[in-house]
């Protein structure tokens, strides 16, 4: 066991340090042993929405390099991610006993929110990581499995057809703020990553690693903004990332959807991406299907894994 210093989340600062972080392990590895900066981005979106990062995210240090980090999210939901050559020498156990015990507290404070068993989660290729956390007592789901898709950008990507009056644009400086957090708000009701407020969308706007550019919507004749698709980028690794991806259900089997994520592979490129990724649930064949039909393939799966309440550690 190798001994590291560690501390709670504190400021903005850290964040970036924690890109830095996913970026540079990015590097040493492939494109799915570690999540996107555009997946910690919306991560930390909403535990600052709903939480209190300060609380909820915990770093893990080598001298003064920051090697791993924890976040205990909403439902509850376990990430951890730890640089490579520093991992399994004690952080993993470190992080779970932190935030098996964080989650103790809640659970006597707050019951009814924090009452669920605890989901944490694994790229199906990741062997020693699928071990750890069968050996800490938690067991395949399914639930929220996903497949991961990865599209060159060296391939030639379509442009977009829209219904007359349509069209795709980014997300205006002003006036567009309270029209994309409502369709927000309204694909995902009512999971908990929907609960997103007019000021909390403002606020997501500001975060580092957000592109006002790469935030891609189609918009009707009558101004309503009818799907969406957020977009990411890694700039070490030349890898876009697109989610969360999202449509009104009275706009949907139109093109529209299909229309923004295009506009946004053109856009990732441009800002000097070589591929990009998306990822969707298992049995979401719709959304599978449109992927597909603009070059995605699918190349991985992400295994959810819950631990049931009263299961104690074995490893």
């Known amino acids: ?5 560690t501390r709670l989340y504190d400021t903005e600062h850290d964040l970036q340090q924690m890109y830095l972080l996913l970026m540079e392990a990015r590097s040493l590895t492939n494109d799915w042993h570690y999540a996107h900066i555009g997946e910690l981005a919306f991560n930390y979106f909403m535990v600052a929405c709903h939480l209190h990062p300060q609380e909820h995210i915990r770093l893990w240090y080598d001298n003064e390099k920051l090697v791993g980090y924890a976040i205990l999210g909403e439902d509850p939901a376990l990430d951890w991610q730890v640089l490579p050559g520093f991992e399994w ?11 098996e015990a964080r989650l103790n507290e809640l659970r006597k404070r707050v019951e009814n929110q924090w009452g669920g068993n605890l989901v944490s989660g694994s790229r199906q290729d990741d062997a020693q990581r ?3 956390l069968e050996q800490h007592g938690f067991q395949y789901c399914g639930e929220f499995a996903e497949v991961n898709m990865l599209r060159s950008l060296e391939e030639p ?10 069209q795709v644009r980014e997300v205006l ?13 309204e694909v995902w009701h009512p999971w908990t990553v929907g609960n997103v407020s007019d000021d909390d969308y403002a606020r997501f706007m500001q975060l580092p690693g957000y592109h006002r550019q790469l935030d891609i919507v ?12 957020n977009g990411w980028i890694d700039p070490v690794n030349k ?11 009275k706009y949907r089997r139109q093109g529209l959807t299909r229309a923004a994520l295009l506009e946004g592979l053109h856009r990732m490129k441009a ?4 591929r990009a990724c998306i990822s969707t649930g298992v049995t979401n064949v719709p959304a599978i299907q449109l992927y597909e039909s603009i070059g995605f393939k699918i190349v991985n799966r992400y295994l959810d894994y819950v631990k049931l309440r009263g299961i104690q550690n074995t490893g």
């Open 1 to 5: 066991m190798r001994m590291f210093t």
């Open 130 to 132: 699928i071990a750890f």
């Open 157 to 166: 990507i379509s442009n977009s057809r829209l219904p007359d009056g349509y």
């Open 89 to 99: 020498s004690g952080i993993e156990v470190e992080a779970l006993m932190w935030a």
């Open 173 to 185: 400086e002003t006036g567009d703020t309270a029209k994309r957090a409502s369709i927000h708000r």
């Open 218 to 229: 189609t918009v009707a004749p009558n101004g309503v903004i009818a799907a969406y698709v």
């Open 271 to 274: 800002y000097g991406m070589n």
């Open 239 to 249: 890898i876009g990332d697109f989610g969360p991806v999202g449509a009104l259900e």
